[in-house]
Structures are given as C-alpha cells and as structure tokens.
C-alpha cells in the first residue's frame, strides 16, 4: 500500500473512531433501503397469489363445466 | 394564487397518482443522492485538512451533523403528514407520516452513534445525560414510539391515526433538540453552521457539509418515495390499480 493511502486509512490515529462511524452510516441506510424492497416483493407475490385463487374459484363457481356435469357450488371450499 | 396548483396537488394525493409520480422521480433521487454522496465524502475525508485541534477525528462531522439535521426535518415532515392526515383525514398522509418513521429512526441512531464513537475521544466518554444528547435520544423513543404505536391496530388505517396523534405531541421535542445547546449550558458544542451570520467553519469543510445534507434529503425522498409506494399497494390491495401492478409485475 503506497504511504498516502496508508495515511488515509489511518485517519491520523482516530482510524477506530472514524471508519466505523461511516461503516455504521452506510449499513443503517442500506437496511432501510432493502427492507421495503423486500417487503414490496413479498406484498406483490401475495397479491397474485390471492389474484390466482379468486380467478380458480371464479371458474368453478360462474361456469360450471357441462362436461363433468356438476352443479353450483361444487368443489372445495376456499376461505 | 393559480388554479392548477391545488388542483394537481388534489389529484397528486390519490394513491394511483401518486404511486406513478413517486416511481418517476424515486429513481433520480437515488441517483442525485449517491452522486452527491461520493462527492461529499470525496471532499470530507480527502479534500478537507485536518482539524487543528481534533486532528482527522473531527471528519465524524460530515455524517453526524447531516444525520442529526435529517432526524429533526424528517420529525418535521412527519409532523405536518400527522396534522393533515388527522385534521382532512388524506390518505397519503397517514401514508407519509408512517412512512418517515423509520426513515427519521434511522438517522436519529446513526446521529447517537457516531456523535457516541466522536465524543468518546474528544470529551473522554460515550455517554453523557446533558441536554443535548438526552433529547436526541427522547427523537428516537418518540419515532420508535410512532412506529410501534402503528404497528399494535389491527387496522391500518386506525394505527395511523393513533401514531399520527402521538408525533403531533413528539413535535414539541423539535425545538428543544434544536435550541438546547444554547438553552442550557451543555458538553455538546454549539451550531457552528448558521443560516444568518457568518459561520465558525473553514470553505474547505462546509462545502462537504453541505453536499452530504442535500446527498441525505434526497436520499430520505428516494427512500420515503419508496416505502410510500409499497405502503400504498398494501393499502389499497383489493383496487384494480394494484391489481394491474401486480399482474404485470409477476410476468416481468
């Protein structure tokens, strides 16, 4: 390492004050930015999953198949 | 004043509206905020020479001072969010002043942190109950207060008003954390960067100063921005406008 990079991670001898004061800065924005990324992730794959489960529900329930002859209402109940 | 400005303010508050507006500019905030963000620190830790009394310990500054003005602004923002969302009952205000808890929580412990690991070396303790700091700490009960009072409703939108209640009380903390270091005699330095007078600090140091405050307000935009759209989504789940987002975001 050349001499003034050492001196720069060195910070004059207040390395162990300094480096983790902007090591703390960075991880505590980079949690708040990702939490909500995930967050939003999840809500999407629950929306069409519900989305999923009430076109299923739909199709059984508003046409019913002539084909395997059974009436309204047939099939399992969903919450 | 002009017509249009009310009314697009009025259209701007609907979720649908504001979810677009919101993903239209986050992305240039993210940007602005790490590009002034590298210059900041580029001329905090590099420019910038040491302090003549502190030495290179002093360079705690261009994130201490940045994040302790962000906690107080973010109270702010929250604060007016709070006193729209319970007096016209606005949705999105519920929205942004929830929204900004965490955001403002964030920035008030990165303040208590590195202003701990400063004052270790320059005033011989990590700790100490003066004015000052014991305020700052009373910020970050009083937006874990916010957060957690939200998050006990089993109803969204109930919690929010009840934790907007309590961050419009938390508002009269603001003033103190701000003025208690001339208010009481306090180990905390006082402001060396006014708005009105000349300032106590070199040209070489507060310009970074100043570059890291607008790299935070942008980045707490691009964040708010986005916590906001994920909050708007889950609110508004059963609409059709959620639905086509969910839709077409599951096939790309």
């Known amino acids: ?79 | 004043m002009a017509n249009w400005i009310p009314l697009w303010l009025h259209k701007l508050s609907s979720p649908p509206a504001f979810y677009r507006f919101a993903g239209a500019l986050r992305p240039w905030a993210i940007t602005l905020a790490l590009l002034l963000g590298l210059v900041a620190l580029y001329g905090g830790l590099v420019l910038a020479p040491p302090d003549y009394q502190q030495g290179d310990d002093y360079r705690i500054i261009f994130i201490h001072v940045p994040c302790a003005w962000m906690s107080l602004f973010i109270y702010g923002v929250m604060g007016v969010a709070a006193f729209i969302a319970l007096v016209w009952r606005i949705k999105l205000a519920e929205v942004v002043a929830m929204a900004s808890a965490p955001i403002g929580a964030c920035f008030t412990f990165i303040t208590l942190v590195t202003g701990s690991l400063w004052g270790e070396r320059m005033w011989g303790t990590w700790w100490t109950w003066d004015a000052r700091l014991t305020s700052e700490l009373v910020l970050l009960f009083l937006y874990l207060g916010v957060i957690g009072l939200y998050h006990s409703f089993e109803d969204r939108r109930q919690g929010a008003r009840t934790a907007a209640f309590l961050a419009l009380i938390g508002i009269v903390n603001v003033p103190i954390v701000h003025f208690s270091v001339n208010w009481w005699n306090t180990l905390h330095q006082g402001s060396t960067i006014r708005l009105l007078g000349p300032s106590s600090i070199a040209p070489s140091m507060i310009w970074p100063l100043l570059t890291m405050m607008a790299a935070t307000k942008l980045y707490y935009v691009a964040s708010l921005f986005g916590r906001t759209r994920t909050d708007l989504l889950a609110l508004e789940s059963g609409k059709d406008w959620v639905r086509q987002i969910a839709e077409t975001e599951g096939r790309a």
């Not at chain 1, 991670?9 to 983790?20: D, I, L, N, T």
């Not at chain 1, 009430?54 to 109940?77: D, F, I, Y």
């Open chain 1, 1 to 79: 390492m050349s001499p003034s990079l050492h001196a720069f991670f060195a910070m004059g001898g207040y390395a162990a004050y300094v480096w983790p004061a902007y090591g703390v800065f960075f991880a505590v924005l980079l949690i708040d930015w990702l939490a909500p990324q995930f967050r939003r992730r999840r809500l999407l794959r629950e929306l069409r999953g519900r989305l999923a489960r009430q076109e299923a529900r739909k199709e059984r329930t508003v046409t019913p198949s002539p084909l395997r002859g059974e009436g309204w209402g047939e099939g399992p109940r969903l919450p």
